[in-house]
């Protein structure tokens, strides 16, 4: 079935562990976002690649870094997390210079 | 992206049409009202969007004024599962950077 996978599911980490969120795409989209969600609140985009091989930051980059090695995967990058990295994340996909986004089922990472 | 207005939250019988406004009074005249919506604990989903004609698909139908100022969504036969945080979007056109998502409206459906 065509579409976009996240792992893992969810997620409890202890502050300055490292974790990476992993995020994956069938349809061959060439941009791919990383998003958050705080309660109450709505998404916040962290990074984007609009194409393999190039990254670019988002409204909220810091602590976070990716890599785009290839069209399929965009895999998020916690170094050292924080309490307040704690949230739902969700990575999405579009052809390039659209916005028809399509979303993963999200992870919810707890940093405590 | 073009700042939008949405109520924070709106009631509807199951069974009835859903019309959702959206207020986006800066829009320029060559971007999109986009549409998405967020069922709980689910990623965002993608509705509909148009320039400045209504658009109707198999999920909803996008009536926009003719000053392009103001948009609704209209969800015709409105179910349960229809419950959701619905999220009116105009991003900047030619960009490729992502969505910014406001608040959203909270669209609860009443058996």
């Known amino acids: 079935i065509a579409g976009i996978t996240q792992a893992p599911t969810s997620q409890i980490l202890a502050a300055g562990r490292r974790m990476t969120l992993r995020c994956t795409q069938d349809?061959?989209?060439?941009?791919m976002y990383w998003y958050r969600q705080d309660l109450g609140l709505g998404l916040r985009l962290i990074h984007y690649?609009?194409?393999?091989?190039?990254?670019g930051k988002g409204e909220v980059p810091d602590g976070y870094s990716v890599s785009r090695a290839n069209t399929d995967d965009f895999p998020l990058t916690l170094a050292s997390a924080v309490p307040s990295q704690t949230s739902v994340y969700f990575c999405?996909?579009?052809?390039?210079?659209?916005?028809?986004?399509?979303f993963g089922p999200g992870t919810r990472l707890t940093v405590l | 992206d073009a700042k939008t207005t949405q109520p924070p939250s709106m009631d509807c019988a199951e069974g009835r049409a859903a019309n959702l406004p959206c207020n986006h009074s800066?829009?320029?005249?060559?971007?999109?009202v986009y549409w998405y919506r967020q069922i709980h604990s689910q990623g965002p989903q993608y509705i509909i969007h148009?320039?400045?004609n209504n658009e109707t698909n198999e999920m909803a139908s996008l009536i926009i004024t003719e000053d392009r100022k103001s948009s609704t969504l209209i969800l015709p036969h409105a179910t349960l599962r229809d419950t959701a945080v619905y999220y009116c979007?105009?991003?900047?056109?030619?960009?490729?950077?992502?969505?910014?998502f406001g608040k959203g409206t909270h669209l609860i459906i009443q058996p």
């Open positions: 690649s609009n194409t393999a091989g190039t990254t």
């Open positions: 148009g320039l400045k």
């Open positions: 999405a996909s579009s052809r390039t210079g659209e916005y028809e986004q399509f």
């Open positions: 800066t829009i320029s005249g060559n971007e999109y």
């Open positions: 349809m061959r989209h060439n941009a």
């Open positions: 979007i105009v991003p900047p056109r030619g960009g490729a950077d992502g969505l910014t």
